[in-house]
Structure formats: C-alpha cells, structure tokens
C-alpha cells in the first residue's frame, strides 16, 4: 500500500509561481513512478509530468512544458511539481499519483493505481 499526501496549492495570479508538493509513504512505493495529474471542472484528468524514484527520468505534457519541473526528494520521500509562468488555464485541482507503468506509457492514468487527495490550484487573470 502506497499513501500520497499533497499540499501547495493555492491561489496565484498570471504569470505568478507554486510549488506543489506530495509526500509519499508505504513500504513499496519506491517501485512506482510518480505522476501530477490535473482535473478542471468540467474537463476529463490530464497528465501533467511523471518522474521515476531511480535514475530520476522525467516525462512532460506538451502544455507545461518549460513551464513546469518535477522534482523529487529521496531524503524527504517527497515528490515536487514547480510550476512558473502559471496561467488562467492551469488552474485545476492537481493530483499525485504512483504506479508501475510501462515504457512509453507514462502519461496514462490507468497504470497509476495510488492516487493523492488533491490540491486546488486557481490562476487568475
């Protein structure tokens, strides 16, 4: 069993910056690759970026690419999701996840079987 906890979340305007976090526990969760997902209302869950505990491969989506950086802390089993430049269209709850995926395969949510509460996210214009 693998449990996420996310926090950082927050109200932010255009062009401003947050730093939302996900810490992970359970005895296996080292095996997992960890994901940020976003849901906003109305629109289906999203990948945003996936990293990997070992060797720290990172994988993005085309829309926050060079905007957004995961990150992870292995002394603190914390997973990070800086996000920059922010826009109005960011704004969305963001959900942590963990799961065993396969190569390629890292944006598909039905591999992640771990999932975090959520943190809302609100960018405004």
């Known amino acids: 069993q693998v449990q996420l906890v996310e926090s950082g979340g927050g109200l932010v305007q255009a062009g401003g910056s947050l730093r939302p976090s996900c810490a992970a526990s359970?005895?296996?969760?080292?095996?997992?690759?960890m994901g940020w997902f976003r849901q906003a209302p109305g629109k289906e869950r999203e990948f945003v970026a996936a990293?990997?505990?070992?060797?720290?491969?990172?994988v993005y989506a085309d829309s926050v690419k060079g905007r957004f950086t995961i990150s992870e802390d292995n002394a603190k089993n914390t997973v990070y999701l800086q996000m920059n430049s922010l826009k109005p269209e960011d704004t969305a709850v963001y959900y942590c996840?963990?799961?065993?995926?396969?190569?390629?395969?890292?944006?598909?949510?039905?591999?992640?079987?771990?999932w975090g509460q959520g943190t809302q996210v609100t960018v405004s214009s």
């Open positions: 359970g005895r296996t969760f080292r095996w997992y690759r």
């Open positions: 996840a963990a799961g065993i995926t396969p190569a390629g395969h890292a944006e598909a949510a039905a591999y992640y079987a771990y």
């Open positions: 990293i990997s505990w070992s060797g720290g491969s990172t």
